[in-house]
């Protein structure tokens, strides 16, 4: 009998355990904030009214602080309107049709410096209307209706009623919490839910259900406990060392704190609803955007939004353990001390006075830390956010590549020499003023100059540089094939950091399949979703070529990559993406398929067109690729790739003077493409010497490659002694071609243009 007893306690012990085990190996579950308050009711009173709590909220009273007092805004001859019914908010808005259509205001959006509404449609799209509420005092220009977007039109992405001011892909994850997009791509609706509308305790902390569980019961130690998420700072004491003007980290212990910023805090594309961005990687769930020149200056200063975490990770802050706490209160958004003292935390106040550092008068505008080193740019026409690289002014780079410094910002009547001059004297032992930057070679690459190749190799294997610098430097490689490169990417490939792996994928494209595969694919087994699914995205191109072997490892992250696709398939890039995996495959029928998917979607999305174009040409069907292409112009008329497209098409139709039409329509609507203003002044030439040789100098003054410049007088030259009735003009502008060479061209090829014209 006490061996019976033994094992029924054994077993009930066991059965025990087992449940209490698969109790923990559960799922945390969203709780909402409601159960926070009672423990945490100073947090939660702080981020009551923060940005958090603001971000996202049902239209009510409380919520909605524009006036909808049967307001009337005339724009573009229409009229609009914003009114209320009973309890509720509407608008009167003109359509993509031109009707003009009441709809209710479900949600707001924001609060400060503006708010924004949104109004919900039958298929589950929810979208931001076009107009905003300038929430600041009325002496400041606010309390008024203002439109965001006054030039758009039905054919633009940010068009009201199209894809970029859709809340279920732009906005709600970061919006919201628990956000969940549910988007079908068959019927191409949404069915978005969420746990709570607003970026709650939840959508930083994570799932909170066995956190309160344990809260219930006896409490063990520590803050965090039943959370997976460490938050905390990554440095949690600063040292005084002999020799620095700042305080040193005694020592860094990454923690996830960044990483849960960063999920909205940051330009990048999501990658799936299933990967946890702050236990793992960043780029398990998220594919941040690198230093590219659509959102950056050359020298990395913000140029279109980047909201923060791209122009953080340049900073010398980053690489020393600093988080956004340490600056911030995280539960108020708010700084945690006035601006100045929030820098001497670190930055000794004896050494940064502005007798020694700014300067400026004290207490001025201009002797404040973040007027030199945060400079604001104004978005949506009244939010003003700072850049967060918190870069040293650069003038002297300013007079050579035309990046903003803010000494000219300030002083505009001065030059960028005037500024550099200044510098130098104030601080004449600086290592900063003259050094060499990355920048030049941004810059020279954004030209096509002969040198970017090697320079661009230099800085990505530069250890002192930022690893988001060094990534996007492998990443403008693309195309380049010289020693130097190659010896960047096999070391990049190598590297422990992903953002810097994820750059040599796209700075390998100028290889073929053999040395291709040779260098990236070991990342196909790599520990990053991004890393091994951009890799595999990169390699399907030369599926034809490949191997069993090499096919075969290919296919898990080749699907991972699909599967990213298909979950952007709301998206006329997603379905445009893996509509080129299926051709890459062989797949015409389906890749013809995910293109015309692409372009019911979203007909303005330029890119399907080009693809699909581009299929009906490896098929031998120029016709089909040019009505392609001529129905994309018509769906986007602000494109500059598809008529550029469309004049080639016409080239290899033999139909030069119409494809000169469009090539001309390419370059003017591109402005600063040099390529376009390249080769239309190259297809001209025999129809318009002139014309080519202007649309040849318009490439050089872009860009200021040298090349171009020599292709002008080559392209004179060799009409220069042509019968034509342009013969003394074509001379004139010849001799002036020659003279601006003179000063860059060595007397060798000014010896060669010379001989042309004398043959």
């Not at 919490?177 to 994570?206: F, M, P, R």
């Not at 040599?504 to 399949?513: N, T, V």
Request: some cysteine.
């Amino acid at each position: 009998m006490r061996i019976l007893a033994q094992r029924i306690l054994m077993i009930a012990l066991l059965i025990a355990f087992m449940a209490q085990t698969n109790v923990n190996a559960a799922e945390a579950e969203f709780v909402g904030a409601e159960q926070c308050i009672d423990c945490h009711a100073e947090e939660v009173q702080a981020w009551q009214g923060s940005h958090h709590d603001m971000a996202m909220k049902h239209a009510d009273a409380a919520s909605v602080l524009g006036n909808f007092n049967d307001q009337k805004i005339r724009h573009k001859g229409q009229e609009n309107r914003f009114y209320k019914k009973n309890d509720q908010f509407w608008v009167a808005l003109e359509d993509a049709t031109g009707d003009v259509v009441d709809y209710q205001i479900l949600y707001t959006f924001g609060f400060e410096p503006l708010q924004q509404y949104m109004v919900a449609f039958d298929d589950g799209r929810i979208q931001l209307i076009p107009y905003a509420w300038d929430s600041r005092p009325k002496d400041e220009g606010g309390q008024r209706w203002f439109h965001l977007y006054p030039d758009t039109l039905p054919t633009d992405e940010f068009y009201w009623t199209n894809s970029g001011q859709n809340w279920n892909f732009m906005c709600a994850d970061c919006h919201s919490t628990n956000l969940e997009k549910n988007y079908d791509a068959e019927s191409n609706q949404y069915q978005t839910t969420w746990s709570e509308i607003n970026v709650s305790c939840e959508a930083c902390h994570g799932p909170a259900s066995k956190h309160v569980a344990q809260a219930k019961q006896q409490k063990p130690e520590g803050n965090h406990y039943g959370f997976n998420h460490d938050l905390s700072a990554a440095v949690k004491e600063w040292v005084f060392e002999q020799g620095h003007k700042t305080l040193q980290p005694k020592n860094i212990e990454p923690t996830g704190q960044l990483q849960a910023c960063a999920q909205c805090h940051s330009r990048r594309t999501q990658l799936n609803e299933t990967e946890d961005h702050v236990q793992s990687s960043f780029f398990d769930k998220y594919r941040l955007n690198l230093i590219a020149p659509e959102q950056y200056h050359s020298d990395g200063q913000i140029f279109d939004e980047d909201y923060v975490y791209g122009s953080f990770l340049q900073s010398k802050m980053a690489k020393s353990g600093v988080t956004c706490t340490n600056c911030h209160d995280p539960h108020t958004a708010k700084l945690k001390f006035p601006e100045q003292q929030v820098c001497s935390q670190c930055h000794l106040a004896s050494e940064y006075t502005p007798e020694k550092h700014t300067f400026h008068l004290p207490e001025s505008e201009a002797s404040q830390c973040t007027s030199c080193h945060m400079p604001e740019t104004t978005y949506m026409e009244v939010d003003p956010r700072r850049d967060h690289s918190w870069h040293v002014p650069r003038p002297d780079l300013s007079q050579h590549i035309n990046t903003p410094n803010v000494c000219t910002g300030c002083h505009e009547d001065q030059t960028n020499q005037w500024a550099a001059t200044q510098l130098q004297q104030w601080f004449p032992d600086s290592d900063y003023q003259s050094a060499q930057h990355v920048a030049v070679a941004f810059y020279a690459d954004s030209i096509g100059h002969r040198g970017a190749a090697d320079a661009l190799a230099y800085f990505a294997q530069d250890s002192s540089l930022s690893e988001i610098m060094r990534a996007s430097a492998l990443e403008r490689m693309s195309g380049d094939q010289g020693k130097n490169t190659l010896v960047a990417l096999a070391r990049a490939v190598k590297h422990d950091n992903e953002m810097i792996r994820l750059g040599a994928i796209a700075g390998s494209s100028g290889y073929e399949l053999n040395d291709r595969w040779q260098i990236i694919s070991p990342l196909l087994q790599d520990e990053v979703l991004s890393v091994r699914a951009e890799t595999a995205g990169a390699l399907v191109v030369y599926w034809s070529q490949m191997n069993a072997d090499q096919k075969k490892r290919m296919a898990m992250p080749l699907e991972e990559y699909m599967e990213i696709q298909r979950f952007n398939s709301d998206r006329g890039f997603g379905r445009t993406n893996l509509a080129n995996v299926y051709r890459d495959l062989g797949d015409l029928e389906q890749a013809k398929q995910g293109y015309e998917g692409a372009m019911t979607i979203e007909p303005y999305y330029e890119n399907s067109y080009v693809n699909l174009a581009d299929l009906y040409r490896m098929q031998n069907d120029e016709q089909a690729a040019l009505e392609t292409l001529v129905q994309g112009i018509n769906a986007q008329p602000k494109s500059s790739a598809l008529p550029y497209s469309a004049g080639l098409t016409l080239l290899r139709l033999g139909q030069p003077e119409q494809a000169n039409l469009y090539l001309q329509r390419a370059a003017e609507q591109a402005v600063t493409n040099t390529q376009y203003w390249y080769v239309y002044g190259l297809a001209m030439e025999k129809f318009d010497v002139l014309k080519a040789a202007q649309a040849l100098n318009q490439a050089f003054v872009v860009g200021g490659n040298p090349q171009h410049l020599y292709a002008q007088c080559e392209v004179l030259a060799r009409n220069y002694n042509q019968p034509n009735q342009q013969d003394d003009r074509i001379a004139e502008a010849f001799k002036q071609c020659r003279m601006a060479l003179s000063d860059i061209a060595s007397i060798e090829v000014l010896a060669q243009l010379d001989h042309m014209i004398t043959e």
